[in-house]
């Protein structure tokens, strides 16, 4: 946060506060706002939150270029529902061409319903098609006055050269396990959970997030963790599977009910004038987008639990309990590292085939054939020892 912002908000609470996020990026508080931002750093390093709170900081009306973090403003800009706020992000493998025109050009050209800026984040921004990078470069160029675009972004080397030229970049890098905890901690989350979620989340602060202030999260992690001591056959892996997806089936099914109330708030808020069509349109395909996304961070999250707990066995077997992971599951560990099976080999295997997934369901694979082979060639690959029981 430059020093600018900070004598302006030493004595009040800032959106940065309120989301725990370790400070601002270079932010002026003068009309002159680069309209073009690149956040790029790794996966769960908060790029998207902190594009959030920037958002809130350029419209808030109480704290003009910082945040407060609790006004009408900044809690609906934080929730994702401001209809001056426009969330972009892929669907199915790539950001179109025909996303750009039709959901970033011509809304940049409209005046904001309500807030100073209209504010356009862009997820997974490495992921939009070169000639959809080209269709964005002239409103990179020349946007309108009130218009601020942000990129989060994983893979900078993706993202073309002219576009990458006309952002100001700020770097994000995985967030400490300490630090992680504490932030858990600020946030509700009693000092057990929070320590266990540090370790689960391997820097991932949204994954660290999800796990310990979610039950329901809380709740997957246990029954994901106890699928490798099921795999002792195809059937069961089968079986398994099918829970697995039931999972994220039901995680689906209740943000669905969310999103009605959403619409039904969006509504309110705009009425029938100018533009209300072009932003109902652009809600339903951003519900759409979400749960489609949902279904993929359940099942992912899934695969990377399992993953989690074979890489726990190998760390196990090298007589390193402080890098373990899953520290409330330590027995079974133990019981699976003393065994003379699976083998290295076999582990590091099943610990590929959990990686390799993810990317067949971002290319819109099918959910359910592609958890099912996944488990059953991990029946295959690292059955539990004769020994091993479920975890509860």
Sequence with gaps: MNQEMESSASSET???????????????????????????????????????????????????????????????????????????????????????????????????????????????????????????????????????IILVCDQEDELLETVRSRCRVVHFQRVPSGAIQGILEAEGAET??????????????????????EPEAQSRHRSFAGVPARLTSSLEALDAAAEIVTEAATAVKERSEAQKQEVVELAAALGEGRGTASARASLAKRHKRELRRLENEVLNEALWTIASWYRDVLTARRGAPEAIANLDLTPDLGR???????????????????????????????????????????ARLAPPPAESMPVD
């Design 14 to 148: 800032t959106v940065w506060d309120v989301l725990h996020l370790s400070g601002s990026p270079h932010i002026p508080s003068s009309v002159n706002v680069p309209h073009a931002w690149l956040l790029l750093g790794p996966t769960g390093s908060g790029k998207r939150l902190t594009a959030l709170a920037m958002a809130a900081a350029f419209n808030c009306p109480e704290l003009p270029g910082v945040g407060c973090g609790v006004c009408s403003t900044c809690t609906r800009i934080i929730s994702g529902r401001h209809p001056d706020l426009h969330l972009i992000a892929p669907e199915g493998q790539v950001i179109s061409v025909e996303t750009i025109r039709a959901g970033v050009i011509p809304e940049a050209a409209r005046s904001p319903f309500e807030a100073r800026r209209k504010v356009f984040v862009i997820e997974e921004a490495e992921r939009m098609h070169p000639s959809a990078q080209n269709a964005l470069l002239k409103t990179l160029e020349e946007p309108p006055e009130d218009t601020i």
């Design 336 to 378: 699976w590292a003393v065994a003379l099976e699976p083998d290295d080999r076999s582990l590091v295997a099943a610990i590929h085939r959990c990686a390799t997934t993810p990317g067949a369901l971002a290319r819109n694979a099918n959910p359910s054939l592609a958890i099912e082979a996944t488990l059953v060639e991990l």
């Design 192 to 213: 057990p959970v929070a320590r266990l979620a540090a370790r689960i989340a391997d820097g991932d602060i949204n994954r660290a997030r999800s796990f310990a202030l």
